[in-house]
């Protein structure tokens, strides 16, 4: 019985449990860039306007805040199995109904639609 209970409070536990303890934020470059800098000289040698980041802030209410292009999109979120987080629209905006991350680590989610890594920031 107690190898069972011990096992239950193992499966149950999380770094995160149900959503963040603070305000948390990740973000990662979009396109090909590799660096912030040659992000923002390409904007300014071709006149284009664009965010080079997108971004993630979860707060510790269970909603969070998505920046994939210039429209802030509020979403709830979960943290599932203590290593999944899954989020779903609540505003109109450009993000999809649903969007699922990877915790990698305390910093650094992974985004397995896209295949990018996204770091705290």
Not at 50 to 76: S, Y
Request: hydrophobic share 40%; charged share 25%; with cysteine.
């Amino acid at each position: 019985m107690r190898k069972i209970c011990l096992a239950l409070i193992f499966l149950t536990c999380s770094a995160f449990g149900d959503f963040f303890p603070s305000k948390t934020s990740y973000r990662h470059l979009v396109g090909d860039f590799e660096t912030e800098k040659e992000c923002e000289d390409f904007k300014k040698e071709t006149g284009e306007w664009f965010n080079c980041f997108r971004a993630v802030t979860f707060e510790v209410d269970g909603f969070a805040m998505v920046m994939l292009t210039d429209i802030a999109n509020r979403a709830e979120y979960s943290i599932e199995n203590g290593s999944e987080i899954i989020l779903k629209s609540v505003s109109p905006g450009d993000m999809p109904d649903t969007m699922t991350f990877e915790i990698l680590s305390e910093s650094q989610i992974y985004d397995s639609y896209t295949g990018k890594v996204w770091e705290l920031f």
